[in-house]
């Protein structure tokens, strides 16, 4: 007797157990509304979470780089539109500039004109993103680019480097322009000191159009400008391609990372119709099991005399 009532103690124990682990368990379920608590509940289910889990956040990596280029190229591209429309009227000035009804006063305000049009350029050469590092220096991005050296003559003073961003598993695409590749890299002489030339001929009084020295610099001034605005025009249709391909891979991403998702709720989505009825039978159950183990705690033999 002393053996039997204490195997019915023990199982009705070990079902009270039981019952409070599974309640446990299944409210826990819901309130992560996953099925999957350890790898233990379902190892294959679980296995291929974690592969999908892995697979989403790499992507998500790769949309955060191709947003962050996007951002970068249209900021770029915004600083090199400026200076085309800053060279425009730079033409305009070398061209009316050559023009020999002009008095020395008329050259000598298109000079004034021209030099501030000039530090307009290089500070948009000097210019920085959001986080205060210049965009056209290479990968020395806390350098300016265009500084001066002792004689007065704008110099590059970044690095040649390219920057490369992965966008997907097996692409890379180039991050960024030099102001070496588009303003100091042409046949002619940069823009920013034959500007300086041109400057100097417009005030020099002794020089006119139709002299040699001045026609030479009004034509070495139209050759520079031709030849960077053909550099600058290159970058920025580069650049409009570069953004044509990001938006393409972009909507990749995005479908892909949308599809990891949905594999991922499909296998440890919790049905929560299914488990409310599992808890309330679990529930039910554990109730019964309390009453049951309160009535069989208090038996003894004196109950039977």
Do not use: C
Not at 7 to 12: F, I, K, T
Not at 169 to 189: E, L, P
Not at 254 to 264: A, D, Q, S, T
Request: net charge negative; aromatic share 6%.
């Amino acid at each position: 007797m002393r053996v039997s009532m204490h195997n019915l103690y023990a199982n009705n124990l070990q079902s009270l157990q039981n019952s409070t682990v599974d309640i446990a368990r299944l409210n826990e379920m819901m309130a992560t509304a996953s099925s999957i608590l350890r790898p233990s509940d379902d190892p294959i289910g679980a296995v291929k979470v974690m592969g999908n889990e892995r697979d989403m956040a790499a992507t998500e990596q790769y949309l955060k780089n191709t947003e962050s280029l996007s951002a970068s190229f249209g900021r770029a591209e915004t600083y090199m539109s400026s200076m085309v429309e800053l060279q425009n009227r730079m033409r305009e000035i070398t061209v009316s500039a050559s023009n020999g009804s002009l008095s020395t006063e008329d050259r000598q305000a298109y000079a004034a004109e021209l030099e501030e049009l000039l530090e307009s350029f290089a500070d948009v050469l000097n210019a920085k993103d959001d986080g205060g590092n210049y965009l056209f220096s290479g990968n020395k991005t806390d350098t300016a680019p265009i500084g001066k050296d002792a004689a007065g003559n704008y110099v590059y003073q970044g690095d040649n480097s390219h920057r490369e961003v992965q966008t997907s598993s097996s692409s890379w695409m180039t991050a960024n322009s030099t102001a070496a590749d588009f303003i100091f890299s042409n046949g002619s002489a940069d823009i920013l000191n034959q500007t300086q030339d041109f400057i100097a001929a417009l005030e020099d009084p002794a020089l006119a159009p139709g002299d040699t020295a001045f026609a030479q610099a009004s034509g070495d001034m139209l050759a520079s400008l031709d030849d960077t605005l053909t550099s600058i025009g290159a970058a920025i249709t580069d650049m409009g391609g570069k953004q044509n391909t990001l938006s393409l891979v972009q909507g990749s991403h995005e479908e892909r990372v949308l599809f990891n998702k949905e594999v991922i709720g499909e296998t440890e989505g919790l049905d929560y119709a299914q488990a409310s009825a599992e808890f309330n039978l679990k529930l039910t159950t554990l109730k019964v099991t309390q009453q049951t183990f309160v009535q069989v705690s208090q038996l003894t033999l004196f109950n039977h005399i």
